[in-house]
C-alpha cells in the first residue's frame, strides 16, 4: 500500500476550470495560492500559456513555442490566495470560452537565491513536501550545476530559455541523463552531452552542459523540478500493446493530472480528472501543439484508484511495444497516513 504524508493533494496540485468574460476574472477555487499556473483555451487554437511567481506575474512563456519570454500585461496579472486573476487577452480569457489550467504550488512567491551549485540561481521556490521547485538563473555556456532546493532527486526537470528563441528540453528520469525530449515538438528526443552533461541529478543540483536550451550564455534560464513522492507524484515509463485491454500503471494514487510521451516521438498528451470525459477519457490536450480539446475516442483511458489503464489502441498513447514516459500527480493517494489510514477510491 502506498502510505503517503500528503493526506490532500489538492493542496499542492490542482486543475481549475473556468469561463472567460473577456475582462478582469478573479479565479477562485484553486485551493491555494498557485506559483506555478499553466492555462489553455479548450475551444479555440489559442496558445498555451504559462506563468509563474519566480518570473514575475505578467511574464509568460508558451509549451508550444520557441518564443522567448514576452510580457503580457492583460494575461495573468495577479497570483491569490485561492487562485488568480486574468484580464482580456483572449487566450486565457475570451469570451465565454472554456478554459483549463493547471496549478501548483511552490513556496509562495519568489523565494530566494540558491547556492548549491555551481551557478547561483537568481531566484528558487521550493515546495519540498510535494518535490517542486522553481529557479531561475543565468547561463554561462560552459558545463554547470545548479540548485533546486529539493532535497531529494528530481526525476523530471523542464527548463527554457527565457531570453531566446530555443525550444524547451525536459529531463525524464526514464530516459536518462543523455537525452532530451522538446516540450514544443513531437520528435524523438535528442541524444546530446550538450543539455545534461550525461550527468543524473542529485538531491542538492542538476547539471547543465553547453546547449543554447539549457545554459546560454548570457541568457536567462527557468527550471522546473519535479522529485517523485509517494501517494503524490509519480515519473516513470510503460509499453503499449496497441489492445483496448492495454496496460494497467500503478501509480499508488487515484490520478489527477498525468501526461503522456512516445519516447520514439509522437504528440505529447494532457489529461485530467475535472474535464467532462475524463475517466471515458477522451479529451486530451497537448503541451507542444495551441489546438482546441480534443475528444478522439481511440484514446480513451480510465483513472483508477490506484493508477491508470489504457483502454485503447492509439500511437500516442499505446502503440505496439512502444515505449512512454509519463508525469503523473494524485487526486488523493491510496492510502493517506495522517491520523489514521484512509483508503481512496476510484473516480
Known amino acids: 500500500m502506498a502510505y503517503a504524508a500528503i493526506s490532500k493533494p489538492s ?4 486543475t481549475k476550470l473556468y469561463t472567460g468574460n473577456g475582462g478582469t476574472n478573479a479565479i477562485t477555487g484553486v ?11 479548450r475551444d479555440s487554437t489559442d496558445w498555451h500559456y504559462l506563468n509563474d511567481a519566480v518570473r514575475g506575474v505578467q511574464e509568460t512563456i508558451f509549451s508550444n513555442g520557441t518564443n522567448a519570454e514576452q510580457t503580457k500585461s492583460n494575461g495573468l496579472t495577479a497570483f491569490g490566495t485561492d487562485g488568480f486573476t486574468v484580464g482580456s487577452e483572449g487566450d486565457v480569457n475570451g469570451n465565454s470560452e472554456n478554459f483549463v489550467s493547471w496549478n501548483w504550488k511552490a513556496g509562495t512567491g519568489q523565494g530566494s537565491s540558491n547556492t548549491d551549485g555551481s551557478i547561483n540561481t537568481t531566484y528558487t521556490s521550493v515546495n519540498t513536501t510535494a518535490g517542486f521547485s522553481i529557479s ?14 529539493l532535497g531529494a532527486v528530481p526525476k523530471t526537470i ?9 525550444n524547451w528540453a525536459m529531463y525524464h528520469t526514464s530516459t536518462g541523463n543523455t537525452k532530451s525530449f522538446q516540450l514544443d515538438g513531437n520528435g524523438a528526443p535528442a541524444t546530446s552531452a550538450a543539455y545534461w552533461n550525461n550527468t543524473t ?3 542538492s543540483v542538476f547539471t547543465v552542459s553547453t546547449g543554447n536550451d539549457v545554459n546560454k550564455s548570457g541568457d536567462s534560464i527557468i527550471a522546473y523540478c519535479f522529485a517523485e513522492k509517494k501517494g503524490y507524484s509519480k515519473f516513470g515509463s510503460y509499453t503499449g500493446n496497441a489492445s483496448a485491454n492495454g496496460p494497467f500503471i500503478y ?7 498525468i501526461i503522456i510521451r512516445s519516447t520514439s516521438g509522437n504528440h505529447w498528451m494532457m489529461r485530467d480528472n475535472k474535464r467532462p470525459g475524463f475517466n471515458a477519457n477522451f479529451n486530451k490536450l497537448f503541451p507542444d501543439r495551441n489546438v482546441a480539446e480534443n475528444t478522439d475516442t481511440s484514446n480513451q483511458m480510465d483513472f483508477l484508484s490506484n493508477g491508470f489503464k489504457l483502454r485503447a489502441s492509439n500511437t500516442e498513447q499505446n502503440g505496439s511495444s512502444t515505449s512512454y514516459i509519463y508525469m503523473a500527480f494524485a487526486a488523493e493517494p491510496l492510502v493517506a497516513n495522517v491520523g489514521a489510514s484512509i483508503p481512496a477510491t476510484a473516480v
Open 11 to 14: 493542496l499542492h496540485f490542482n
Open 31 to 41: 485551493g491555494f495560492q498557485p506559483d506555478f499556473v499553466w492555462m489553455k483555451n
Open 136 to 149: 531561475k538563473f543565468t547561463g554561462t555556456g560552459a558545463n554547470a550545476t545548479v540548485g533546486h532546493g
Open 158 to 166: 523542464i527548463t527554457k530559455n527565457l531570453s531566446s528563441a530555443n
Open 201 to 203: 541529478p542529485t538531491s
Open 251 to 257: 501509480t499508488g494514487f487515484s490520478p489527477a493530472f
